[in-house]
């Protein structure tokens, strides 16, 4: 079993940034992909950032160049810098792991922004 705590969410103002980290733990393997999701309410669950054990990342359009991803391999941790944040940012946003095609999910951690 795999667990993902998440932390740093918040309130913050447009403009201003966040950082949120997500540690692993648990039966972990080498070859994962971890990353971060978003849901905000009354919408669907849609992916944000991810970053494989290599390095690759994948981002969504709505935030490239603003946010960006980055992983502690040996701390099995995920983070997601969030600059120059946007109302339409505020959700529900959770950390992923993908290992051999099993999927986890953090809890998720709130996101507001505030124009």
């Known amino acids: 079993q795999v667990q993902l705590v998440e932390s740093g969410g918040g309130l913050v103002q447009a403009g201003g940034s966040l950082r949120l980290s997500c540690a692993a733990s648990?039966?972990?393997?080498?070859?994962?992909?971890m990353g971060w999701y978003r849901q905000a309410p009354g919408k669907q669950r849609e992916l944000v950032a991810v970053?494989?054990?290599?390095?690759?990342?994948n981002y969504a359009d709505s935030v490239k160049g603003r946010f960006t991803i980055s992983r502690d391999n040996a701390k099995n941790t995920v983070y997601l810098q969030m600059n120059s944040l946007k109302p339409e940012d505020t959700a529900v946003y959770y950390c992923?792991?993908?290992?051999?095609?099993?999927?986890?999910w953090g809890q998720g951690t709130q996101v507001t922004v505030s124009s």
């Open positions: 992923n792991l993908n290992q051999y095609g099993s999927t986890y």
């Open positions: 648990g039966s972990l393997f080498s070859i994962k992909v």
């Open positions: 970053m494989t054990n290599g390095g690759r990342t």
